[in-house]
């Protein structure tokens, strides 16, 4: 069972970044999936979630209306849309599963992890 991130890049202040989580050997239909990202000397912080069960998203307050969390049931695929980025949102972006029907942007309650995708914003 394995994650994959990527998508991360470069981007000017106010620009759009697509992350993308891929899973291999496991079929994210049975998961809840969650976005998170860490910036230099800072905790890993949730920034958004889809439910297993419904579909229905949980955003950060610092991400809504900014960001958006869809998946892709044939790609096997959830991806994360972020839009107008500032460099407040500069961090390592990681995706993980949480077997529950419904999801939740804390950190400990995932249990399988990716490897990470790097964002930079530039001013």
């Known amino acids: 069972a394995r994650l994959a991130e990527s998508g991360g890049g470069l981007v000017q202040a106010g620009g759009s970044l697509r992350l993308s989580c891929e899973a291999s050997g496991f079929s994210l239909d049975y998961f809840s999936v969650g976005w998170f990202r860490q910036a230099p000397g800072k905790e890993r912080e949730g920034v958004s979630c889809i439910s297993r069960s419904t579909s229905s998203s949980v955003y950060a307050d610092s991400v809504k209306g900014r960001f958006t969390i869809y998946k892709d049931r044939a790609k096997n695929t959830v991806f994360l849309q972020m839009n107008n980025l500032t460099p407040e949102d500069a961090a390592v972006y990681y995706c993980?599963?949480?077997?529950?029907?419904?999801?939740?942007?804390?950190?400990?309650?995932?249990?399988?992890w990716g490897q990470g995708t790097q964002v930079t914003v530039s001013s």
């Open positions: 993980a599963t949480l077997y529950r029907l419904y999801c939740t942007l804390n950190t400990g309650a995932y249990d399988n």
